[in-house]
C-alpha cells in the first residue's frame, strides 16, 4: 500500500514537520534534502510532495510566518498589553523571555535571507516580503498610537526588534531589556507617552 501523503501522519505534513524544525535550528544552507528525508522516515516521497528543496523552504516560510509572527508574537503582544504603546514595548518583554530559552534559535528570515544573499531568489524575495509583514503590524501599531510618519516608525522599531535578535545571538540575554529602555526613549521623543506621563507635559 502506498504512503498517504495528507492528513496529519501523511508523508507531506510529516516532511513539513521535520523540515520545519531543521530549517529553524540550523538554518537552510546546512541542512539537506537526505537530512529531512531521515528526519520525517517517509524514504523517498519528498520529492512526490515538493518540486524542489527551494519550493520546500518556501512552504517552511510561510509556516513560520503564521506560527512565528502571527500565532506566537502578535498574539502574545496582544496577551500582555491592551495599548498600542504598551504593545510595542512588549515585543521586547516577549523577546526577553525568547532570548533565555535553551531552544532560542532566532529570526528564520533573517538567517534565509542572509544565507540566500540573492536578491533576485524567490526565496530571498520571500524573506523580504515576510519581514516586510511584520512592519505591516508595527506600522498598525504606530498609527493606532498616534505615530506621525508610521511607516518610517515601524522602519525603526523594526531595526530596534532585528538588532536585538542578533545580540541575544552574540549571548546577549539582556538583549530585550536593553531594546525596551531604547523603544521607550523613541516613543518619548515621538511624543507618544504613557498615560501617567502625559498629565506631567
Known amino acids: 500500500m502506498s504512503e498517504p501523503t495528507t492528513g496529519p501522519s501523511g508523508g ?5 514537520r521535520a523540515a520545519y524544525d531543521l530549517f529553524s535550528r540550523e538554518g537552510t544552507r546546512a541542512v539537506g534534502v537526505d537530512a529531512i528525508i531521515a528526519r520525517a522516515g ?3 516521497t519528498l520529492y512526490r510532495n515538493f518540486a524542489s528543496k527551494d519550493d520546500l523552504i518556501l512552504d517552511f516560510l510561510e509556516q513560520r510566518e503564521q506560527t512565528w509572527t502571527k500565532d506566537w508574537l502578535q498574539a502574545e503582544v496582544r496577551e500582555r498589553a491592551s495599548t498600542p504603546r504598551g504593545q510595542l514595548l512588549a515585543i521586547f518583554d516577549t523577546f526577553s523571555d525568547w532570548f533565555v530559552q535553551p531552544d532560542f534559535e532566532g529570526c528564520a528570515f533573517l538567517t534565509i535571507m542572509v544565507e540566500i544573499n540573492d536578491p533576485t531568489s524567490r526565496i530571498h524575495q520571500a524573506t523580504v516580503r515576510h519581514l516586510a509583514n511584520i512592519r505591516i503590524f508595527l506600522s498598525e501599531l504606530a498609527e493606532a498610537a498616534g505615530a506621525a510618519d508610521p511607516d518610517a516608525f515601524a522602519r525603526k522599531w523594526h531595526i530596534l526588534m532585528k538588532g536585538s ?3 541575544a545571538h552574540e549571548g546577549d540575554t539582556d538583549a530585550g531589556r536593553r531594546a525596551r529602555e531604547l523603544g521607550e526613549l523613541f516613543l518619548q521623543s515621538q511624543g507618544i507617552l504613557a498615560d501617567e506621563d502625559r498629565s506631567v507635559w
Open 12 to 16: 507531506r505534513e510529516r516532511i513539513r
Open 42 to 44: 517517509v524514504a523517498m
Open 165 to 167: 535578535i542578533m545580540a
